[in-house]
């Protein structure tokens, strides 16, 4: 039996551009680019878990706004239930502090980048709606 995992990933935008990470080559899935985020703690909501893992992973502080879309995703070894939120960017620029690189891409980007399955699930979402990469508003 597969085990499952909560995760919070950040769509993290900053004037018209999305924020991704590329997967550290020694870990799961090395080399792939992801939304950032992180597996969730039993006593924290998914916006806390967000807002912790983008410090840690990133150095940066944001501000977690709606739930874009949520998919559970079945690899071999492990079920994923992943939660995407859309966050605006506060402050600090992004450090590859837990991630190999990080990059802010312009929406017709998103096709040069390899993500995983599960992430991959949100690329034409992302793609088709151009309102979710409008400001939103003051932190």
Excluded: N
């Excluded at 550290?24 to 985020?37: K, M, V």
């Excluded at 706004?65 to 071999?76: D, F, N, R, W």
């Excluded at 590859?96 to 929406?107: G, S, T, V």
């Excluded at 390899?114 to 949100?122: C, H, N, R, S």
């Amino acid at each position: 039996m597969s085990k499952e995992i909560e995760v919070a990933a950040g769509l993290v935008f900053r004037a018209g551009r999305l924020l991704i990470t590329q997967r550290r080559w020694e870990d799961d899935l090395g080399g792939l680019w992801e939304f950032p985020g992180g597996k969730r703690k039993p006593a924290e909501t998914f916006a806390q878990c967000l807002e912790r893992e983008l410090h840690e992973e990133l150095g940066i502080q944001v501000q977690v706004h709606e739930l874009v879309q949520a998919i559970t995703y079945s690899y071999p070894d492990k079920t994923v239930h992943l939660r995407f939120y859309r966050c605006a960017w506060v402050r600090h620029e992004p450090q590859a502090l837990e991630c190999q690189a990080a990059l802010w891409i312009e929406r017709g980007a998103l096709g040069e980048f390899k993500f995983p399955p599960a992430d991959a699930l949100l690329l034409d979402k992302l793609q088709e709606s151009p309102a979710l990469w409008q400001e939103t508003g003051s932190p």
